[in-house]
């Protein structure tokens, strides 16, 4: 693949996923792997590099940092500048775009607005200007006035046409839009241009000249206007061109070589160029079909569009012109909608929206299908969650994803949530303007309805947990009778569970919460398929002597149990009836183990590299950091389970940045990282605070910890909470160190309250004849094992058998 | 019609299932909140294992239900129906209170 962009990285992803088993390599030419330039700005606003990245997939190789110079079609080799040329048998050219820059005299001095490179270089202009002017009124340039603007320069938009986005408004939309964008302090000269960059006495850009002879004066200008397909190495190969530029393919995204493919921003099909990121994901998609042997088509796509650009929403879709249309304008309130329909009125044709863009999620899947209500309406209130969308509608133009393929994910394949489709069907993972609609789909299924946490509560977690808190209610039953309804549910119950055990610190099988517990809490133990459950002892930080581990060596051969390692640094032992689950908790509890909660949406495990105690580089102690709040916090209920792990120096061998919460030593003290996650969503741990003593370091911890028990949803690890929060990380910041909401006081006694009330649940679940009654098989036959447990025997360990 | 007898009824908690071997057959019995007691094979049709005993009890839409511990199917306490995917059901036995002990009949 020629070209590291995120149709690239699309293509190889699409790749693996259908099974492709050849080898892939990548080369590209900037000095990381692909990254979302959807989300380019907030690379400007403090987003890391890293963050923006896309993931290489296990096994791709690539070549970063290199260019390709030439392709040879005849002996199949790409040649790689200062490198080894690469052979191939697929070529898959990806090379995308570059900014147009118009031939003006200055147009050197200028900058573009398409890698993180050249956002780096305008960071470092706008260091010593005050003032910028994009060249360019279209969905790129105000991107990147944007951009301009929040690197606090006074910004001009200069555009060609009449009026902003020309591509996607019509007249009336562009003049609000431009209201918007001049209350925002910006300056928009439209129907005007560039004639030249001024330089001054020094060199240095003194501004922009109009046709007009206007001087504009700025230090930074930025060309912002269209973009040209990168086609040279197409051009020099031989392949067929379009008339102004870009390679062709045909509807198998093959150029004229049928051993080359060319997909995103390069490719021309029938003479158009997709400069959009949904139609470069359907082509590498069609492009991964064929190259595994499918009969994927591309046959040109939607260019429907909605944005959030300098706050103000823009969408247009399907057609921009119509036999009738019907507009809604508030020049008040800054909105513009306009719906373009058929000479009989019957079908919708388009729709253009500015300042509030609803009707988009509600009404382009019904784009050439009959209009589903009166126009009026539509405009008005956006459709609303009545419409019964047709299952060939489609929902997720980014990734081609149809109504009827959300619907049958809901119904046949289990999906419950917004986050269990996306993971489906691949639906709202890429602009996420769908997710709305997504939402609605699965309230229609009955899947999912509101904040509410199920059919028994109208209240999100957070809310529950406020109404237990403040109104220090203390049972289930207390709870649904006041304030919800029926009796509950296995949403509902665990997660009222889990807010008890966080604010009462009891025992999960105190009276009536045994009934609330999901069975791994109810059996303090993790169920398996065959119905066993398998028994996680504490070890904290990973740290065991050689009598403690001979003693769950003797307690797994005994029990005749199957043994794992962890990737927690702990030891699992699988395939305990319940049963026996008291007599191996005997055995462990009396040898000084205690429960690792492995079972519970709780703290896991605090990981550790082996520290500066042994290794050579360590700079701190942190198996003995990792200790300390592993045992500080065991036992801790949260809203979903937490991971943390603590790395001695900066090598990060404890892998502390895939954790909730994780630690990286310094020479100086402690980093803090936090919502980190590995799972289906990696995520990397954001860095919180640096240089942090031990004791700082505890209590920010246990501030972040309380304050995400508190506000959570149910499930929701601290990555997507993090995500989730407004003012993500510096709100974070502003709760937790600054104390803005002046509840810190209340989380520290919170903490404090927990790790005074912390007791082992084996051990007092082994002192209580009533709690310890329920580990039977059989109410009726105490003594007699399940029957159905059956096992075999897999390298020399026992191995489930389940009967069909 | 034969009874079995097989528990207490206070050995049943509330909203918490308990297992009993009833001729050779695996019976999962539940006492609701209203106190009502129900029985329902024992075996989750959709993985294969003997766990319903084991689900969370509750309501939906007013009808008592147990969500299987596996992977949270739900099945009507009082027609075995698996209310995800009604052609799936599990059975249903019948139960009865006397003088305190609880009974079971797996006979049709």
């Given at each position: 693949?020629?070209?590291y962009?995120?149709?690239?990285?699309?293509?190889?992803e699409?790749?693996?996923?259908?099974?492709?088993d050849?080898a892939?390599?990548v080369?590209?030419?900037?000095p990381?792997?692909?990254?979302?330039r959807?989300?380019?700005?907030?690379?400007?606003s403090?987003?890391?590099?890293?963050?923006?990245?896309?993931?290489?997939?296990?096994g791709?190789?690539?070549?970063?940092?290199?260019r390709?110079?030439?392709?040879?079609?005849?002996?199949r080799?790409?040649?790689v500048?200062?490198?080894?040329?690469?052979?191939y048998d697929?070529?898959?050219?990806?090379?995308?775009?570059?900014?147009?820059?118009?031939?003006?005299?200055?147009?050197?001095?200028?900058?573009?607005?398409?890698?993180?490179?050249?956002?780096?270089?305008?960071?470092?202009?706008?260091k010593?200007?005050?003032?910028g002017?994009?060249?360019?009124g279209?969905l790129?340039?105000?991107?990147?006035a944007d951009?301009l603007?929040g690197?606090?320069l006074?910004?001009?938009?200069?555009?060609?046409?009449?009026w902003?986005?020309?591509?996607?408004?019509?007249?009336?939309g562009g003049?609000?839009?431009?209201?918007?964008i001049?209350a925002?302090?910006?300056?928009?000269?439209?129907?005007?241009?560039v004639?030249?960059v001024?330089?001054?006495?020094?060199?240095?850009?003194?501004g922009?000249?109009?046709?007009?002879?206007?001087?504009?004066?700025?230090q930074?200008?930025?060309?912002?206007?269209?973009?040209?397909?990168?086609?040279e190495?197409?051009r020099?190969?031989g392949?067929?061109?379009?008339?102004?530029?870009?390679?062709?393919v045909?509807?198998?995204?093959?150029?004229?070589?049928?051993h080359?493919y060319?997909i995103?921003?390069?490719?021309?099909?029938d003479?158009?160029?997709?400069?959009?990121?949904?139609?470069?994901?359907?082509?590498?998609?069609?492009?991964?079909?064929?190259?595994?042997?499918g009969?994927?088509?591309?046959?040109?796509?939607?260019?429907?569009?909605?944005l959030?650009?300098l706050?103000?929403e823009?969408?247009?879709?399907?057609?921009?012109?119509g036999a009738l249309?019907?507009?809604?304008?508030?020049?008040?309130?800054?909105?513009?909608?306009?719906?373009f329909?058929?000479d009989?009125?019957?079908?919708?044709?388009?729709?253009?929206?500015?300042?509030?863009a609803?009707?988009?999620?509600?009404?382009?899947?019904?784009v050439?299908?009959?209009?589903p209500?009166?126009?009026?309406?539509?405009?008005?209130?956006?459709?609303?969650?009545?419409?019964?969308l047709?299952?060939?509608?489609?929902?997720?133009?980014?990734?081609?994803?149809?109504?009827?393929?959300v619907r049958s994910?809901?119904t046949?394949q289990?999906?419950a949530?917004?986050?269990?489709?996306?993971?489906?069907?691949?639906?709202?993972?890429?602009?996420?303007?769908?997710?709305?609609?997504?939402?609605?789909?699965?309230e229609k299924?009955?899947?999912?309805?509101g904040?509410?946490l199920?059919?028994?509560?109208?209240?999100?977690?957070?809310?529950?947990f406020?109404?237990?808190?403040?109104?220090g209610?203390g049972?289930?039953?207390?709870?649904?009778?006041?304030?919800?309804?029926g009796r509950?549910c296995?949403?509902?119950?665990?997660?009222?569970?889990?807010?008890?055990a966080?604010l009462?610190?009891g025992?999960?099988l105190?009276?009536?919460?045994?009934?609330?517990?999901?069975?791994n809490?109810?059996?303090?133990?993790?169920?398996?398929?065959?119905g066993?459950y398998?028994?996680?002892?504490?070890?904290?930080?990973?740290?065991?002597?050689p009598?403690?581990?001979?003693?769950?060596?003797e307690?797994?051969?005994d029990?005749?149990?199957y043994?794992?390692?962890t990737g927690?640094?702990?030891?699992?032992?699988f395939?305990?009836r319940?049963?026996?689950?008291?007599?191996?908790?005997?055995?462990?509890?009396?040898?000084?183990?205690?429960?690792g909660?492995?079972?519970?949406?709780?703290?896991?495990?605090v990981?550790s590299?082996?520290?500066?105690?042994?290794?050579?580089y360590?700079?701190?102690?942190?198996?003995?950091?990792?200790?300390?709040?592993?045992l500080r916090?065991?036992?801790?209920r949260s809203?979903?389970?937490?991971?943390?792990?603590?790395?001695?120096?900066?090598?990060?061998?404890a892998?502390a940045?895939?954790?909730?919460?994780?630690?990286?030593?310094t020479?100086?003290g402690?980093?803090?990282?936090?919502?980190?996650?590995?799972g289906?969503k990696?995520?990397?741990?954001?860095?919180?605070a640096?240089?942090l003593?031990?004791?700082?370091?505890?209590?920010?911890?246990?501030?972040?910890l309380?304050f995400?028990?508190r506000?959570?949803?149910?499930?929701?690890?601290?990555?997507?909470?993090?995500?989730?929060?407004?003012?993500?990380?510096?709100?974070?910041?502003?709760?937790?160190v600054d104390?803005a909401?002046?509840?810190?006081?209340?989380?520290d006694?919170?903490?404090?309250r927990?790790v005074?009330?912390?007791?082992?649940?084996w051990r007092?679940?082994?002192e209580?004849?009533?709690?310890?009654?329920r580990?039977?098989?059989?109410?009726n036959?105490?003594?007699?094992?399940?029957?159905?447990?059956v096992?075999?025997?897999?390298?020399?360990?026992?191995?489930?058998?389940?009967?069909s | 019609m034969?009874?079995?007898?097989v528990?207490?009824?206070?050995?049943?908690?509330?909203?918490?299932g308990?297992?009993?071997?009833?001729?050779?057959?695996?019976?999962?019995?539940?006492?609701?909140?209203?106190?009502?007691?129900?029985?329902?094979?024992?075996?989750?049709?959709f993985?294969?294992?003997?766990v319903l005993?084991?689900?969370?009890?509750?309501?939906?839409?007013?009808?008592p239900?147990?969500?299987s511990?596996?992977?949270?199917?739900?099945?009507?306490l009082?027609?075995g129906?698996?209310?995800d995917?009604?052609?799936?059901?599990?059975?249903?036995?019948?139960?009865?209170?006397?003088?305190?002990?609880?009974?079971?009949?797996v006979?049709?």
């Amino acid at each position: 693949m020629v070209g590291y962009g995120p149709a690239a990285h699309r293509l190889v992803e699409a790749l693996l996923e259908r099974g492709f088993d050849g080898a892939i390599t990548v080369i590209g030419e900037e000095p990381r792997p692909a990254y979302d330039r959807v989300a380019l700005t907030s690379y400007l606003s403090g987003v890391a590099a890293e963050e923006l990245s896309y993931p290489v997939p296990p096994g791709v190789v690539t070549r970063l940092n290199s260019r390709v110079t030439g392709i040879d079609r005849r002996a199949r080799l790409v040649a790689v500048e200062g490198g080894e040329p690469e052979p191939y048998d697929v070529l898959v050219l990806a090379t995308g775009s570059r900014p147009f820059v118009p031939p003006v005299p200055g147009a050197e001095h200028a900058h573009v607005y398409r890698t993180i490179g050249d956002l780096d270089a305008i960071r470092l202009a706008a260091k010593e200007a005050t003032d910028g002017v994009v060249v360019g009124g279209g969905l790129l340039g105000l991107e990147a006035a944007d951009a301009l603007r929040g690197l606090g320069l006074r910004t001009h938009i200069v555009e060609m046409s009449p009026w902003l986005m020309p591509r996607q408004v019509d007249e009336g939309g562009g003049a609000v839009l431009k209201a918007h964008i001049e209350a925002l302090g910006l300056s928009v000269h439209t129907g005007s241009g560039v004639q030249e960059v001024v330089t001054g006495h020094d060199g240095r850009v003194a501004g922009l000249r109009t046709p007009a002879g206007t001087l504009i004066e700025a230090q930074v200008v930025v060309f912002s206007a269209g973009i040209r397909p990168r086609d040279e190495l197409a051009r020099e190969s031989g392949l067929a061109l379009g008339e102004r530029g870009g390679v062709v393919v045909d509807s198998a995204m093959r150029t004229s070589d049928p051993h080359v493919y060319a997909i995103g921003e390069c490719a021309v099909r029938d003479g158009m160029v997709y400069g959009l990121v949904g139609p470069c994901f359907t082509m590498a998609e069609v492009a991964a079909d064929r190259i595994t042997g499918g009969g994927a088509t591309f046959d040109g796509a939607d260019l429907s569009t909605r944005l959030k650009l300098l706050g103000v929403e823009v969408a247009q879709f399907g057609a921009m012109e119509g036999a009738l249309d019907v507009t809604y304008m508030d020049p008040v309130a800054g909105v513009y909608k306009k719906l373009f329909i058929s000479d009989d009125a019957g079908t919708l044709l388009g729709g253009i929206c500015v300042g509030d863009a609803s009707p988009y999620g509600t009404l382009r899947p019904y784009v050439g299908k009959p209009l589903p209500a009166p126009p009026a309406d539509l405009l008005f209130t956006g459709g609303g969650a009545q419409l019964d969308l047709p299952d060939d509608a489609q929902v997720c133009s980014c990734n081609n994803v149809s109504a009827g393929v959300v619907r049958s994910a809901i119904t046949g394949q289990g999906c419950a949530d917004v986050a269990g489709l996306k993971a489906c069907t691949r639906a709202g993972t890429t602009c996420g303007s769908c997710v709305p609609m997504l939402r609605q789909l699965l309230e229609k299924a009955g899947v999912e309805t509101g904040k509410g946490l199920c059919e028994h509560f109208e209240h999100s977690r957070a809310e529950l947990f406020d109404i237990v808190r403040v109104r220090g209610i203390g049972t289930f039953s207390q709870l649904i009778a006041e304030h919800g309804q029926g009796r509950g549910c296995d949403v509902c119950k665990p997660a009222v569970a889990s807010i008890l055990a966080s604010l009462h610190h009891g025992h999960v099988l105190e009276g009536e919460n045994a009934a609330l517990q999901d069975t791994n809490d109810h059996f303090l133990a993790n169920i398996q398929k065959n119905g066993t459950y398998s028994v996680v002892p504490r070890i904290p930080g990973g740290e065991i002597t050689p009598d403690k581990l001979i003693v769950i060596g003797e307690v797994a051969r005994d029990f005749g149990l199957y043994t794992k390692i962890t990737g927690g640094q702990r030891i699992d032992l699988f395939g305990a009836r319940v049963d026996q689950l008291p007599q191996i908790w005997r055995r462990l509890v009396d040898a000084g183990f205690e429960s690792g909660h492995a079972y519970g949406k709780a703290l896991r495990t605090v990981k550790s590299c082996v520290g500066s105690t042994w290794c050579r580089y360590g700079v701190q102690d942190s198996v003995g950091l990792a200790i300390a709040l592993e045992l500080r916090y065991r036992g801790l209920r949260s809203p979903h389970k937490l991971k943390s792990a603590v790395s001695g120096c900066a090598r990060e061998c404890a892998e502390a940045r895939s954790k909730d919460f994780g630690v990286i030593a310094t020479e100086q003290g402690w980093n803090l990282y936090v919502g980190g996650n590995g799972g289906f969503k990696p995520r990397h741990a954001d860095l919180f605070a640096a240089d942090l003593t031990t004791e700082e370091l505890v209590r920010t911890i246990d501030r972040f910890l309380m304050f995400y028990i508190r506000t959570a949803d149910r499930l929701q690890r601290t990555s997507a909470w993090l995500e989730s929060l407004d003012g993500g990380l510096g709100y974070l910041r502003s709760v937790i160190v600054d104390d803005a909401l002046g509840i810190c006081a209340d989380l520290d006694a919170h903490m404090e309250r927990h790790v005074a009330a912390y007791a082992d649940e084996w051990r007092a679940t082994l002192e209580d004849p009533d709690k310890l009654s329920r580990f039977v098989s059989f109410v009726n036959a105490p003594g007699v094992p399940d029957p159905s447990i059956v096992f075999e025997t897999e390298r020399d360990q026992i191995k489930p058998v389940v009967m069909s | 019609m034969t009874w079995v007898n097989v528990c207490g009824y206070a050995t049943l908690l509330p909203e918490r299932g308990v297992c009993a071997l009833v001729d050779g057959e695996q019976v999962a019995l539940f006492r609701t909140h209203d106190g009502v007691v129900h029985a329902l094979g024992n075996r989750d049709p959709f993985s294969g294992a003997y766990v319903l005993s084991r689900g969370i009890v509750g309501t939906r839409k007013g009808e008592p239900t147990v969500a299987s511990p596996l992977h949270k199917q739900v099945f009507s306490l009082v027609t075995g129906h698996c209310l995800d995917e009604p052609s799936v059901a599990v059975p249903v036995y019948r139960t009865r209170v006397d003088g305190g002990t609880v009974s079971v009949s797996v006979s049709v």
